[in-house]
């Protein structure tokens, strides 16, 4: 078919030919004659036809222009003149309305960069961008009952270099990404929510960043802040991580020493959830031995590491463990954990004590269950990691509202363009 919106029985193909690898089809419209704007007679009078090359890309590799002959009226009676409307075209005076529609579709898979829109449809990168500001400008979404904060780098030509994604914990919908990060950005944003949809937030997980903490908690007065477990986890194993490069600082003017080989190249091991007990052929050592084993090696280096190894392990079996919503018992083990950090008397830990201390409150608003699960930004990491190829995709954007409309477009399942045939 031709044109999806133009019924056959409404244009005359006169004729169709391919030069130079470009079909050409040249059409006419029925007449249905004319009522004339100045003295209302109803006429079939013809003065002349006029041809408008339409750019018309519905063909998936050749390209297609639309050879409109489009006819000028003339009345009998008063002689005024007048263009046919036609079905082809109404935004765009070389485009076809098919053309555009098809390129804005194929702009909402994340994957399909402008310019690659651009060549299949034989249109300017410009012009599909210019189209994609026009017609898909994005509406935030309604604050969830659980939201999700999340930064993402954005460039480093900026002079604010992140920018907050905020999702939904459950659909993973977007429901909106601000320019930067900081705290009056946040402010003027939510003060224009209205009050009641602010006041059915439950739940809003962040890292455990400080910048914008009582900001949330000024707007979002029902909600409970979260620290995100994972990022939590994180800045704990990053005690024990300095623990390892400081004391493989040691070893570095011996390179082949097992000691440099273990804490370089099986630093894994010292983060690892579960570790093998099964025997395989070490090429260092050259013999079997299981990551069990190994990491006991490790551990025997120095023992300040092993007790850090334990202290960590201590705060990632308080993590996993499974309360039940009882935020009453993990407040005791979480109070517990931290005066046992203060007096490990290793150094790092006296300050990561100091930390989970000053995040108490959101660290055990994480064990929280809602609908039987904790709330932690995990379920949108990958959204996160889609965003971050949107971006790469696009060598990254310069222009941030084209960003955000761009993800909000595609990364939704249910957004779709503004664009309507006249
Ligand atoms: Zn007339």
């Known amino acids: ?68 002959k489009q006819r000028r009226f003339i009345c009998p009676k008063c002689r005024m003149t007048a263009m046919e409307t036609n079905p082809f075209i109404s935004h765009d005076d070389r485009v076809s309305d098919q053309t555009i529609i098809n390129a804005l579709t194929d702009l909402k898979r994340y994957n399909n960069t402008f310019t690659a829109v651009a060549e299949r449809y034989g249109l300017s990168v410009r012009g599909v961008m210019s ?7 994005m509406e935030r979404n309604r604050l969830p009952k659980v939201l999700c904060i999340d930064e993402i780098y954005f460039s480093r030509k900026r002079r604010k270099k992140y920018v907050l994604v905020l999702l939904n914990f459950f659909n993973r919908a977007i429901i909106d990404v601000l320019k930067d990060r ?20 439950e739940y809003i997980s962040i890292d455990m960043n400080d910048n914008y903490r009582d ?23 990053k005690v024990l991580d300095d623990k390892r490069r400081k004391i493989m600082r040691r070893f570095e003017d011996n390179k082949s020493s097992d000691e440099y080989y273990l804490l370089k ?44 190894y334990h202290l960590v392990q201590k705060y990632i079996l308080f993590n996993d463990h499974d309360y039940g919503g009882d935020l009453k018992t993990a407040r005791n083990d979480l109070e517990e954990l931290i005066i046992e950090f203060k007096l490990s008397g290793i150094s790092g830990f006296p300050e990561l004590a100091a930390t989970l201390e000053y995040w108490k409150e959101e660290i ?35 222009n941030f509202d084209r960003f955000r409309n761009r993800i909000i477009y595609s990364l939704n399942k249910y957004a779709s363009h503004s664009f309507q045939r006249e």
């Open 1 to 68: 078919m031709l044109f999806s919106n133009v019924n056959e029985e409404e244009f005359e193909l006169v004729s169709e030919f391919e030069k130079a690898g470009v079909i050409y089809k040249e059409v006419r419209l029925k007449n249905r004659g004319h009522r004339c704007q100045g003295c209302g007679t109803f006429h079939t009078n013809v003065k002349e036809y006029r041809t408008k090359k339409i750019r018309h890309s519905v063909y998936a590799h050749q390209n297609c222009f639309i050879l409109y």
């Open 131 to 137: 189209l994609f500001d026009r017609y898909c400008q």
């Open 215 to 237: 900001v949330l908690q000024v707007y979002l007065k029902n909600a409970a802040i979260v620290a995100d477990s994972f990022h939590v986890i994180k800045r704990v194993n």
């Open 364 to 398: 055990i608003s994480s064990f929280s269950l809602v609908k039987g699960q904790r709330v932690s930004n995990g379920p949108i990491e990958g959204r996160n990691s889609l965003i971050k190829k949107v971006l790469h995709l696009a060598n990254g954007y310069t």
């Open 182 to 201: 900081d705290k009056h950005t946040i402010a003027s944003y939510l003060s224009k929510i209205p009050r009641e949809e602010r006041d059915a937030v």
């Open 265 to 308: 190249y099986r630093d894994q091991l010292l983060f690892s959830k579960s570790l093998s007990y099964d025997r395989t052929m070490n090429r260092h050592f050259r013999y079997y031995i299981s990551e069990n084993e190994l990491l006991g090696m490790i551990l025997k280096i120095d023992p300040e590491l092993e007790s850090s």
